[in-house]
């Protein structure tokens, strides 16, 4: 009898699952996703008005804003220091007098600025910005950039700028110390040659007198002489100061506003608002369904 019981309750357990079955599984994101799409289908008029609102709003922003042309102009300073080496301070204090200028016209003391660049304060007043920066690859290169409302006078305002810069004093005294230094070095090299050139005339004269002066080598020594005389004759007639390397190009088509990159900004902007503000929407309908049913 028990061995029958015992049968029968293995039977049992056999037929019972040890763990009850799991409940059907539904793919909630699925659900979830096509929710959605159903609220945006529903609530397509909040994200299309939006973004034709926000498309509208950049249009008139890109046509009211004024046009700004950029150029670009580049400052050479070939000045030595006294080692005879280039003077690398200078493209520095180049920038330091272009950024002067442009905190003048950042502050609108557009008649100081006039005042200094002899400009009409009226064409001042077209220019937006005035950038100066030294490249890496050339420290002696000053970079000019210059923004404005009108193309056309970007030429007047670099030439200006130019001998404002020329105007300066640390630049005139670069000049008149370079001039000096080249002076000298001239007056030295003629005094040379003639000393040599009258005693090459006494050796040819009188070559027993001079036997161990060669007349060759005092020939050699003149010709180098003269050349350097040249070369430093050339440097004093081309003591300039700083000289425009780079000359500006006049744009055709303005710099600022970047009408295609404002339209794509504000057709993002308003897609994404819109899809927010239909979300919105649908929960703030279904919270008021909510309560209307809990408060009849």
Do not use: C
């Not at 030595?80 to 016209?105: A, C, Q, Y």
């Not at 950042?106 to 005042?115: D, V």
């Not at 993002?268 to 503000?277: C, D, K, N, R, T």
């Amino acid at each position: 009898m028990s061995e029958r019981k015992t049968e029968g309750e293995n039977n049992i357990n056999r037929q019972m699952p040890l763990y009850p079955p799991y409940p059907p599984y539904y793919d909630e994101d699925e659900i979830d996703l096509y929710e959605l799409w159903l609220t945006l289908k529903k609530r397509k008029l909040y994200i299309f008005a939006t973004t034709l609102l926000f498309v509208l709003i950049a249009l008139a922003f890109a046509f009211i804003s004024p046009k700004i042309y950029k150029s670009e102009a580049g400052f050479l300073s070939e000045m030595t220091d006294s080692s005879g080496s280039v003077d690398s301070s200078i493209p520095f204090l180049l920038k330091k007098e272009i950024d002067t200028l442009n905190s003048l016209l950042k502050e609108r003391r557009l008649a100081e600025l006039s005042h200094k660049l002899k400009v009409k304060e009226d064409i001042i007043n077209q220019v937006v910005n005035l950038e100066a920066n030294i490249p890496r690859n050339n420290k002696n290169l000053v970079l000019l950039t210059v923004e404005t409302k009108d193309p056309n006078i970007i030429p007047e305002i670099t030439n200006k700028i130019l001998a404002y810069l020329n105007n300066t004093e640390f630049i005139k005294d670069k000049i008149e110390t370079e001039k000096e230094k080249l002076l000298k070095e001239i007056a030295s090299i003629k005094k040379n040659i003639d000393i040599l050139k009258n005693l090459q005339k006494k050796v040819l004269q009188n070559p027993t007198q001079y036997k161990d002066v060669n007349p060759y080598d005092i020939a050699k020594t003149i010709v180098e002489l003269e050349s350097n005389l040249i070369e430093s004759q050339t440097r004093l007639a081309r003591l300039r100061g700083v000289e425009l390397a780079i000359t500006p190009v006049i744009p055709q088509k303005p710099y600022k506003p970047k009408a295609k990159l404002i339209l794509a900004v504000a057709l993002v902007s308003g897609l994404f608002l819109g899809i927010f503000l239909a979300f919105f929407a649908e929960w703030l309908e279904n919270a008021k369904k909510r309560y209307e049913k809990d408060n009849p």
